[in-house]
């Protein structure tokens, strides 16, 4: 399973064959590393998922939520 490390919202759900991506607004001051040149940089975050999705648009998520079905790897 995937696991966030940041806590949001989850604000888009796409696909890109196989892959599932996750994008999630994240709270001010987490999980964002500065000085990145990304979308992290604007607080989103992004994770690619190959299995199904425990999660859904708007969702509101914390540090260690799975996102993912499956075994928690800690």
């Avoid at 994008?23 to 690619?48: A, L, M, Q």
């Amino acid at each position: 399973a995937v696991l966030s490390d940041a806590s949001g919202e989850v604000m888009e759900i796409g696909e890109h064959g196989r892959e599932k991506i996750v994008h999630i607004s994240v709270d001010p001051g987490e999980g964002v590393k500065p000085g990145r040149k990304s979308k992290e940089e604007k607080g989103i975050k992004e994770f690619r998922i190959s299995g199904a999705l425990r999660v859904r648009v708007g969702d509101r998520i914390h540090k260690g939520d799975m996102l993912s079905e499956g075994h928690a790897d800690l």
